[in-house]
């Protein structure tokens, strides 16, 4: 399987660093439609994908090969990178965005490289040539349309909010009825509230673009990884949807475009109740399959 592809930096950097937040390695899978970037941490609580069309790139070949036993079937290149190689590439990428006129990405199933190469103003080209390893196809599995709670929000909105909480609070709490919406700062019963600053944010119903909730819930998760998918749609302008249930089930924050996909999937802990300080919730799981 070979790809030759050319892209726009700014967003494409930006799904790159998004992952990042994920895990220090990830699943690089063209195929014929597009582009699929996929990770999930170590303790399978998070899960990240991002699919670019071909419609994103300036230009996308995509040429697959055939096992020789089996000459009809077609078969893509699912590799894996790891993070730490590919970021070097797109660090700081508004300046990427400034200096560099075309970015190239080819592939080759037979030496087992990837090549990034920047074509930067005034003739200069930076190519980094990266090793990757086969692997099995990565996917996540969670039916997010059967989530009683959905919400739709503009990302500048739900940056504006997330801003408010410090960059050392690890965790949040999304809590919901068909009245309000409350983000707050979530914190463990031996807290000492005298040396903790609470963050607390109550929205309307009015200021969301959707607004549907089946179920009253309050749900906890991880704030760095919704940090990086929000850096990537506001990158696109594209509003965030969320889907999630009750506690102890996974949450799904997505954007779409006509030429763009991006979904991070995160655990939530389970109520006290449920002896849960696990990050592994029951309805989410990942999948390998060949």
């Avoid at 090793?131 to 739709?152: G, I, S």
């Avoid at 690890?170 to 700062?185: D, N």
């Avoid at 030429?259 to 989410?284: H, N, R, V």
Wanted: hydrophobic share 40%; with cysteine; glycine share 2%.
């Amino acid at each position: 399987c070979t790809l030759h592809c050319f892209l726009f930096l700014l967003v494409f950097g930006r799904a790159i660093h998004a992952i990042a937040r994920i895990s220090d390695e990830f699943w690089f899978d063209p195929v014929e439609k597009g582009l699929a970037l996929r990770s999930v941490n170590s303790t399978r609580s998070a899960y990240a994908c991002v699919f670019f069309s071909s419609m994103f790139f300036q230009h996308y070949r995509w040429t697959a090969v055939s096992q020789p036993c089996q000459k009809e079937k077609q078969l893509s290149l699912p590799c894996k990178l790891i993070i730490k190689s590919v970021l070097p590439v797109f660090r700081c990428v508004n300046v990427l965005e400034r200096n560099v006129e075309k970015c190239s990405i080819y592939t080759n199933i037979n030496d087992h490289h990837i090549t990034f190469q920047l074509l930067c103003k005034h003739g200069l080209v930076k190519t980094y040539n990266l090793t990757f390893q086969e692997c099995d196809p990565l996917q996540a599995v969670f039916a997010k349309h059967m989530c009683p709670n959905v919400l739709k929000v503009h990302s500048r909105l739900l940056a504006d909010i997330m801003i408010h909480f410090p960059t050392s609070q690890e965790e949040v709490t999304l809590s919901v009825t068909p009245m309000k919406v409350c983000f707050k700062s979530y914190t463990e019963e031996d807290t000492d509230f005298s040396k903790t600053m609470l963050t607390e944010i109550r929205l309307n119903p009015e200021e969301f673009d959707y607004f549907q909730v089946g179920v009253d819930s309050e749900v906890t998760f991880c704030l760095k990884e919704l940090r990086g998918l929000l850096a990537l749609s506001e990158a696109t302008s594209v509003p965030v949807s969320v889907h999630f249930d009750v506690s102890g089930k996974p949450i799904a924050f997505s954007v779409e475009d006509v030429a763009l996909e991006a979904s991070f999937i995160l655990a939530t802990l389970c109520d006290i109740e449920k002896e849960s300080a696990s990050q592994q919730p029951p309805g989410f799981s990942q999948r390998q399959e060949r």
